[in-house]
């Protein structure tokens, strides 16, 4: 199985910050990597597929980046709703497992 | 526009069979190269990804739940169901259901869950 290791595990930051959340997979797994974001009570909503592909609809202030075993998402300018936690999670091989998320604060 | 809802118990008892459904709208499970599949997280944790079935009826399970796990799909109800045989309390959480989309850039197809439903809060409790 495939292990994904997020890092931090809890950041804290202001609006307007530039925000990078890194993602490492136990093997190399290509492109095959998503990004969710979960607000609290909420269902995760899908942001990045393919390592950098936007979903429809997500603002153009998230990106991803990566491919191999090493990806990150980026929030270029943070907004209040982006307060909330990512998960990464692969495609390549099933289990198609998440990492252990990674908890966005308001500092 | 892709919808899907989760229903089923809030409550199991432990050693009991959990049935969860998930009824959706918007696509057919019938049709290449539609999937949907489970996710489950437990209070305060990370999600945990359990089973999913395409159109074709091919499944996959979570190795860590063992033979625990059974997926199945009723294209005509349009409807997915899970069931998790001899719960315990660690089988505790809330329980989503998500439509598996596909992308294909260069021949390479990657997956991913695009939408999902809001959730259902399972507790195993005597």
């Known amino acids: 199985d495939i292990q994904m290791t997020q890092s931090p595990s809890s950041l804290s930051a202001s609006v307007g910050d530039r925000v990078t959340i890194t993602c490492r997979a136990s093997?190399?797994?290509?492109?095959?990597l998503n990004w969710y974001q979960q607000g609290p009570g909420k269902a995760p909503k899908l942001l990045i597929h393919?390592?950098?592909t936007l979903q429809s609809g997500v603002p153009s202030r998230f990106s991803g980046s990566g491919s191999g075993a090493d990806f990150t998402l980026t929030i270029s300018s943070l907004q209040p709703e982006d307060f909330a936690t990512y998960y990464c999670?692969?495609?390549?091989?099933?289990?198609?497992?998440f990492g252990q998320g990674t908890k966005l604060e308001i500092k | 526009q892709i919808t899907l809802k989760e229903s089923g118990p809030t409550l199991v008892k432990p050693t009991q069979t959990l049935t969860l459904t998930c009824t959706f709208s918007?696509?057919?499970?019938?049709?290449?190269?539609?999937?949907v599949g489970w996710v489950r997280q437990p209070p305060g944790k990370a999600l945990e990804w359990l089973a999913l079935?395409?159109?074709?009826?091919?499944?996959r399970y979570s190795p860590s739940l063992g033979t625990r796990l059974t997926i199945t799909k009723d294209t005509s109800k349009n409807q997915v169901v899970l069931t998790v045989d001899n719960v315990g309390p660690m089988d505790s959480g809330t329980y989503f259901c998500?439509?598996?989309?596909?992308?294909?850039?260069?021949?390479?197809?990657?997956?991913?869950?695009?939408?999902w439903g809001q959730g259902v809060l399972v507790t195993v409790s005597s």
């Open positions: 998500a439509h598996s989309g596909l992308a294909t850039f260069r021949a390479v197809n990657r997956r991913f869950f695009d939408y």
């Open positions: 918007g696509f057919s499970l019938s049709s290449s190269p539609e999937g």
């Open positions: 079935i395409y159109w074709d009826d091919d499944v």
């Open positions: 093997q190399n797994m290509n492109r095959y």
């Open positions: 393919s390592a950098s």
């Open positions: 999670q692969q495609t390549f091989s099933f289990p198609y497992s």
